[in-house]
């Protein structure tokens, strides 16, 4: 069932974490925050919306750390239960891809549980000073990726903060699949 997070709680400050890569090198947020900003997204492999974007997702991330904003990318899913987000299997995802972000496993899902991700992709955009900013989508793709032209969302957002310190005021929530929380 498809979940919709909250609308963002602007100036909320950005949880703190340090996690693993699939190599087991500890990135925590201090490490990948841009002097213009920092988007934290909630993703995993499995999930048909993620799938759906994924190249778009790493599109937008290449371009918004050229303009200095930090990028990473967390999966925080339960992988007794979805074996396909194992970490193994997230760095064949990031290779895949091109990732030039670190993507990060939070096995305790103590992160996910810091920022209240609810669903993949789950997206935080922080301003500078690690200010909620920007709780909205990528764009106006669902299960299947949206118009080659559609809006890029998350990107304008993203732009606006690290030019203005501000987001937009009116956002669209993202839609996914629930973070698969342990029992």
Known sequence: MAVRPPVCDFGAKAPDFALPDPDGRIVAFADIAGPRGTLVMFICNHCPYVQAVIDRIQRDAAELQRLGIGVAAISANDVAEYPQDAPEHMKTEARK??????????????????????????????????ELQYRGRLDASGRSPGA????????????????????PQDQIPSIGCSIKWKA
Do not use: K
């Open 97 to 130: 891809h091109g990732f030039t972000f670190p993507y990060l496993y939070d096995e305790s899902q103590d992160v996910a549980r810091a920022y209240g991700a609810e669903c993949t992709p789950d997206f935080f955009g922080y301003n500078a000073a690690g």
């Open 148 to 167: 080659p032209d559609a809006r890029r969302e998350l990107f304008e957002a993203m732009v606006q903060i690290a030019e203005t310190g501000h987001g």
